[in-house]
């Protein structure tokens, strides 16, 4: 009970706050790694690995989500003003933050619960799917970030940054690879790229069509 507090309420709080306010510690490359999109979907996968049924991999996974948004937007608001927190949900904003969290959440926990309990009768590579679809939203992060670089301050610390993801990515990968063989964890992960980066890609798109103008 305590650990499923721990991992599914007191986690996904942490995260929302932590990201709202991780430039105070003064550590760069913490910002640089926490203020990206990537743990908000790899965070519901790991967390989710120890679900039984996919149903409730999503449920705890989209919770997951809506849970770390509540985090960073409530935070704002105790730590600053309500007019920090209300001005980033005005005109429909706060719909997409919301609802874009509940989704990646409650994917990434489906594909957790797929990874960590395997249905018999599935494909023989879907157990390394997830892993595979998690570390490429890690690597999909990292080139992002670093096709940013010309326009931002900071660059050693962004470039930094991306290269703390393709690190965590490898191991992800390597994970995944240990746990469903790398033949079929190769097969997995040749579909993930494609449809991970593709999800990756649909969701910059979303972010900055809706998520920074009124809807």
């Known amino acids: 009970m305590v650990r499923s507090v721990l991992l599914y309420v007191v986690l996904p709080l942490a995260l929302g706050v932590v990201s709202a306010d991780v430039w105070r510690f003064d550590l760069p490359l913490l910002t640089a ?16 690995l120890r679900v039984r049924t996919p149903a409730r991999g999503a449920l705890l ?9 509540t985090g960073y937007f ?5 730590a600053y003003s309500a007019h920090a927190a209300l001005a980033q949900l005005e005109g429909g904003r706060g719909v997409f933050w919301f609802a874009g969290a509940a989704v990646a959440g409650a994917v990434f926990g489906l594909l ?5 309990h395997p249905p018999s009768r599935g494909p023989r590579w879907l157990p390394g799917f997830g892993w595979a679809a998690a570390s490429t939203v890690l690597l999909a992060e990292a080139a992002y970030q670093l096709r940013r670089l ?23 990968a390597t994970a995944g ?5 790398l033949r079929l964890f190769a097969v997995a992960f040749a579909l993930a790229l494609v449809t991970a980066s ?16 009124p809807l």
Do not use: I, K
């Not at 409530?74 to 105790?78: D, L, M, N, Q, S």
């Not at 690879?177 to 063989?181: E, H, I, M, P, T």
């Open 177 to 181: 690879a240990r746990r469903s063989g």
């Open 198 to 213: 593709a999800g990756f890609v649909l969701m910059l798109w979303a972010e900055h069509t809706f998520a920074y103008v």
């Open 112 to 116: 957790g619960s797929l990874s960590g």
């Open 150 to 172: 010309p326009f931002v301050d900071g660059r050693t610390v962004v470039a930094s940054g991306a290269l703390v993801l393709v690190a965590l990515a490898v191991v992800v």
């Open 61 to 69: 996974g989209g919770v997951f989500g809506l849970l770390a948004m």
């Open 33 to 48: 790694v926490l203020r990206t999109q990537a743990p908000w979907a790899v965070l519901p996968f790991l967390v989710c």
């Open 74 to 78: 409530g935070w704002e608001w105790v």
